[in-house]
């Protein structure tokens, strides 16, 4: 069993930079891979970033790359989420989200999920 608390999520201006972090609970988090999602107002729970257990390996969504950067620390059971040059588009509630195995774009996927972090972005 896993829990994730996200926290760091807030109100920015655009072209500015949050740090979502995510807290997981368990001995097991090193094996698991991780992921971000976010779901804004009105819309489907979207991928934005996943890491295997080693870091060795990331993956974002085209309107995230370049912008964002996933990694974690496996001895604090942390995962992280820098946001740089905010849009408004960005506006969503952030959800980490831990799987068994290697990373994931897929919801479906994912076994363990946090509460969500508020993000918006004003123009």
């Known amino acids: 069993q896993v829990q994730l608390v996200e926290s760091g999520g807030g109100l920015v201006q655009a072209g500015g930079s949050l740090r979502l972090s995510c807290a997981a609970s368990?001995?097991?988090?090193?094996?698991?891979?991780m992921g971000w999602f976010r779901q804004a107002p009105g819309k489907e729970r979207d991928f934005v970033a996943a890491?295997?257990?080693?870091?060795?390996?990331?993956d974002y969504a085209e309107s995230v790359k370049g912008r964002f950067t996933i990694s974690r620390d496996n001895a604090k059971n942390m995962v992280y989420l820098q946001m740089n040059s905010l849009k408004p588009e960005d506006t969503a509630v952030y959800y980490c989200?831990?799987?068994?195995?290697?990373?994931?774009?897929?919801?479906?996927?994912?076994?363990?999920w946090g509460q969500g972090t508020q993000v918006t972005v004003s123009s």
């Open positions: 989200a831990a799987r068994p195995g290697g990373r994931s774009r897929f919801m479906r996927a994912y076994d363990y």
């Open positions: 368990g001995r097991t988090f090193s094996t698991y891979g």
């Open positions: 890491i295997n257990w080693s870091s060795a390996y990331t």
